[in-house]
T-cell receptor, first 112, second 116 residues
Framework: QKEVEQNSGPLSVPEGAIASLNCTYS??????FFWYRQYSGKSPELIMSIYSNGDKEDGRFTAQLNKASQYVSLLIRDSQPSDSATYLC????????????FGSGTRLQVQP | EAGVAQSPRYKIIEKRQSVAFWCNPI?????LYWYQQILGQGPKLLIQFQNNGVVDDSQLPKDRFSAERLKGVDSTLKIQPAKLEDSAVYLC??????????????FGPGTRLTVL
């Protein structure tokens, strides 16, 4: 079992729709959770972090965390073609070291 | 504020050759990370420094990979000798300090290595 699992996609949504990206993790001691966006040929860019159960909203993005189910999700409202990218879920298991364990990413395609 | 700098951006070598990558973190960032990202996968941590000390190198293939951060600022990652499976993007990231809460990692542009 991979430590961080994501559906590779592609997830295709029409412009203006809500895109829902999901991630599960295996280690119950995981403390911090991150969503990175990576455009083709570019480096990862942090878009959201979440540390406690519940929802966290930032503009069009909402991160949801359920530690009991070991599940993290990212919702993108009013999806735009510029949101087309690979979204990487990352987990920090050890607050002392802070190195991240990444999933393989979900490719999102927003159709104009 | 300048971001994380890396060079070279691209490198093509033949197997069994050596290669070195350079990273300059954001000014004042104590923690520096090297990740390897193989096509279609997420980044995988190779080594983590706090100032000039190694925090975690458990996933670094030490028989061929080495890294240093001698003065606690710039870092170099070396592969000697390279194998075909080393073809990947090598990402450097930095963060303010691993002792700081809610610490964000900032990634450099990466070095794309192709081993022929």
């Amino acid at each position: 079992q991979k430590e961080v699992e994501q559906n590779s996609g592609p997830l295709s949504v029409p412009e203006g729709a809500i895109a829902s990206l999901n991630c599960t993790y295996s280690d119950r001691v995981s403390q911090s959770f991150f969503w990175y966006r990576q455009y083709s040929g570019k480096s990862p860019e942090l878009i959201m972090s979440i540390y406690s159960n519940g929802d966290k909203e930032d503009g069009r993005f909402t991160a949801q965390l359920n530690k009991a189910s070991q599940y993290v999700s990212l919702l993108i409202r009013d999806s735009q073609p510029s949101d087309s990218a690979t979204y990487l879920c990352a987990v920090n298991k050890d607050t002392g070291r802070r190195a991240l364990t990444f999933g393989s990413g979900t490719r999102l395609q927003v159709q104009p | 504020e300048a971001g994380v700098a890396q060079s070279p951006r691209y490198k093509i070598i033949e197997k069994r050759q050596s290669v070195a990558f350079w990273c300059n973190p954001i000014s004042g960032h104590a923690t520096l990370y090297w990740y390897q990202q193989i096509l279609g996968q997420g980044p995988k941590l190779l080594i983590q420094f706090q100032n000039n000390g190694v925090v975690d190198d458990s996933q670094l293939p030490k028989d061929r990979f080495s890294a240093e951060r001698l003065k606690g600022v710039d870092s170099t990652l070396k592969i000697q000798p390279a194998k075909l499976e080393d073809s990947a993007v090598y990402l450097c990231a930095s963060s303010l300090d691993l002792l700081v809460g809610t610490d964000t990692q900032y990634f450099g542009p990466g070095t794309r290595l192709t081993v022929l």
